[in-house]
Nanobody
Framework: QLQASGGGLVQAGGSLRLSCADAGRSFSRSDMGWFRQAPGKEREFVAAISWLGGTTYYADSVKGRFTISRDNAKNAVYLQMNSLKPEDTAVYYC??????????????????WGQGTLVTVSS
């Protein structure tokens, strides 16, 4: 099962690096995404990366602050988060896509969601 990790409590302006791994299934040939859900809000797209890692996508709210990357040899995906803001507080998920291409920000593209990790940014 996909497992996101690396969340925690950080002050505004700080950084965190989230990781995503699955001990039982390889997703090295899957596009991957990061989504988040804040308390009382709908789940939203954060970032995505193609299965070869050559193409990345970001929500406007995180562009320039967050960086998505992957290491297919380690079956892992990462989200480096810098200049964190209180509005980044949410549970972060790293789903694997059903298919390659298409709209990377659409939740229907992703089939395997797994466990999220909580990020809390204090002001």
């Amino acid at each position: 099962q996909l497992q996101a990790s690396g969340g925690g409590l950080v002050q505004a302006g700080g950084s965190l690096r989230l990781s995503c791994a699955d001990a039982g299934r390889s997703f090295s040939r899957s596009d991957m995404g990061w989504f988040r859900q804040a308390p009382g809000k709908e789940r939203e797209f954060v970032a995505a990366i193609s299965w070869l890692g050559g193409t990345t996508y970001y929500a406007d709210s995180v562009k320039g602050r967050f960086t998505i990357s992957r290491d297919n040899a380690k079956n892992a995906v990462y989200l480096q988060m810098n200049s964190l803001k209180p509005e980044d507080t949410a549970v972060y998920y790293c789903p694997a896509a059903r298919y390659s291409g298409g709209s990377y920000s659409q939740q229907l593209k992703y089939a395997y969601w797994g466990q999220g990790t909580l990020v809390t940014v204090s002001s």
